[in-house]
């Protein structure tokens, strides 16, 4: 690849390193394997960089990739039929992780409707950019996206407190 190609390449990976990290723990609800995930899309991402660059949308290609890594982790894991969840480690970065509460709430949900909620809310994408990357109908990301909202707040809930019903709202607004 060229020097010019490997500097874009390079500038894109240090803008974007946070957010799609970000999405990564979010997607995975583990910060190492978020880390797995992440390197392992900009690794796909250089090999087409060059492509993907002049003709495509690099945003759109490593979240595609971050996508179809961590569905095929689930597949992995189910056919390996793995249990537990991996625990969760305390991550020191500058990263601004969302409120400990709310991680704990999103790894509750199932993959598919985690991936709606992160997409939707958190990446800010359209129902129908969420339903082109995870390769279903407008409809089910709706639907997965109406089923987690609601888990979520009642994992979020506190006796006698209606203020944690939003926090979906208030964190995409972070």
Known sequence: MSDTGDAGYAAFVTAGW???LRVARL????PHRAEELLQDS???LYLRWRRVSVRG???AYLRRTLINGNISWW?????EQLVADAPEHADPGAVIEPPEPLQRALRQLPDRQRAV???RHYEDLTEREVAALLRCSVGTVKSHNARALARLRKLLAEPGDD???NVMEKEATR
Do not use: E, N
């Open 75 to 79: 597949r992995r894991r189910r056919r």
């Open 18 to 20: 946070d957010r799609y």
């Open 163 to 165: 203020t944690t019903a």
């Open 117 to 119: 909620v992160v997409l």
């Open 42 to 44: 900009l690794v796909k």
């Open 57 to 59: 949308d690099p945003h």
């Open 27 to 30: 997607l995975t609800g583990d």
